[in-house]
């Protein structure tokens, strides 16, 4: 009913206020019920990294995920493309050009000269299948047998951020939940006493964490950072003076979190909060081991590349072998960022500058990983991913740099059911956009949660009413035909 101000009292003004406020708040937690009812995945929330089944057979019981920061260029590592070694200094060709506008991908053009630059490695084919690679990667070179290469691979984005969240995550907008989020919520883990999802890196992604949080799914699917050098959780023991009394205290703590609790029903970052105390408390001593590399022999050591002149070399060997470890554990989700520093793979001058030293400090310990997770039977169970947010243009830009391309890239995987020694999909002439089997990051994620035995239709999470899913609306995915054994 309508109340004019000059009938208004105070009392039936702040009464009126009141109301207002209460549909607020109803409002409020009738949102909080439905974010938090989710569907049949998640276990229970105090027990959240419990194993849960699968839904149909997997193939692989971990993934690895080796993020290349930035977008190293496909031509100059794993597309060869000998016309474009021949057209090298000349425009592009008309045909090329008008096939390329004529697609959402004519952006690609800004900001390049209109001259092809031809690679400037060498290249060589390699294993029975015949797989040419460039210089820059000789040790993978040796593991491509092992491979899968997918050569068609498009993002929505030709930045950064954007390309990045949508292979994290599935949108180009910030804000979704990661594909290691999806998989431990959907999966749970192997080891109660290490956490799910693990993350490895000196330097993250540009967008930073939203890259890779939970975003809507429950507190405790949100992944853990574990460095590769010293204490692997910083502040995870406690003081000496307190630590007969841990355990004691820890009981109190949760008894009184669980009675704050009950009046809260349906809550997750409580229910991540009660269970993230008991997870530190069981890693004092796993992280310790796990983070303990000195365990391994020295020639495993050296394989990756711990000896290495090179420090970077070193870091990111420390971060391949700690995944190996992980993954050997039963975590079920290690993410690894390979940039050092701000620039990542992101060659728009002195190509050669950029790629050599980063080939350098990731060839070896890639390699080896491989190498060592084949000879402890864990490749067959492990899913090894090599990947970018986007690839590099054939033309130039700037002084002998290339610019961004989401038109038409490459990466692998390998191990985890995938069908060994395949080359999937084709880019043209020159590189520069998918011609042969055009493949999207929701078919790329489709494929990586069957391996694991997921239906990437039935995993979802209520949000305001409404299914998310990584790979989007229903039916809007595919697995990539291929890829994967029977």
């Not at 930045?159 to 959907?186: C, E, F, M």
Request: charged residues 20%; proline residues 6%.
């Amino acid at each position: 009913m309508f109340v004019s101000p000059a009938h208004c009292s105070r009392r039936h003004f702040l009464g009126r206020l009141g109301t207002g406020f209460g549909a607020l708040a109803w409002g409020a937690l009738a949102q909080l019920d439905a974010r938090t009812a989710g569907s049949a995945r998640g276990g229970d929330p105090l027990n959240p990294f419990a194993p849960r089944p699968a839904d149909f057979r997997p193939r692989a019981k971990s993934v690895i995920f080796l993020f290349q920061v930035g977008g190293p260029s496909q031509v100059d590592t794993f597309d060869y493309k000998p016309l474009l070694q021949q057209l090298n200094g000349k425009p592009v060709p008309e045909s090329i050009r008008k096939a390329v506008e004529a697609t959402r991908f004519a952006n690609v053009f800004h900001g390049c000269k209109d001259e092809l630059m031809g690679s400037p490695f060498q290249w060589a084919q390699h294993g029975q299948s015949g797989k040419w690679v460039s210089e820059l990667m000789p040790r993978v070179a040796q593991q491509v047998d092992d491979l899968c290469f997918i050569h068609s691979l498009q993002a929505d984005s030709n930045n950064h951020a954007p390309a990045s969240y949508q292979l994290h995550t599935g949108d180009i907008r910030p804000g979704k939940a990661s594909l290691g989020s999806w998989v431990t919520y959907g999966l749970g883990s192997a080891n109660r006493d290490l956490p799910g999802y693990v993350m490895l890196f000196e330097a993250g992604p540009l967008g930073g964490a939203a890259n890779y949080s939970n975003g809507f799914l429950p507190a405790a699917f949100q992944p853990t950072r574990l460095r590769d050098t010293g204490t692997p959780v910083l502040d995870l023991l406690p003081p000496e003076a307190f630590a007969a009394g841990q355990r004691d205290s820890l009981d109190l703590l949760r008894e009184l979190n669980l009675r704050h609790r009950e009046a809260r029903p349906g809550f997750s970052e409580l229910d991540a909060r009660i269970a993230s105390y008991e997870l530190a408390y069981r890693m004092q001593s796993a992280a310790l081991e796990v983070g303990d590399v000195e365990q391994e022999a020295a020639g495993l050591r050296r394989s990756y590349g711990l000896e290495h002149a090179d420090k970077r070399t070193q870091a990111f060997g420390r971060k391949c072998l700690l995944a190996r470890r992980l993954v050997e554990r039963g975590v079920r989700f290690v993410q690894v960022y390979d940039m050092p520093d701000k620039d990542g793979w992101d060659a728009h001058a002195k190509l050669t500058d950029n790629h050599v030293p980063r080939a350098r400090w990731t060839d070896q310990p890639v390699a080896a990983l491989l190498t060592d997770l084949k000879q402890r039977g864990l490749l067959d169970e492990t899913l090894v991913v090599w990947a970018s947010e986007f690839g590099r243009t054939p033309m130039m830009q700037g002084d002998l740099g290339r610019q961004h391309n989401a038109a038409g890239f490459t990466i692998w995987l390998a191990g985890g059911g995938v069908q060994p020694g395949q080359h999937l999909g084709a880019t043209d002439e020159l590189g520069l956009l998918a011609t042969e089997r055009p493949i999207q990051m929701k078919d790329l994620h489709a494929t990586i949660l069957a391996a694991l035995g997921l239906d990437h239709e039935e995993l979802h999470f209520q949000v305001n009413a409404r299914l998310e899913r990584l790979t989007g609306i229903a039916g809007g995915a595919k697995i990539i035909p291929g890829v994967l054994r029977g």
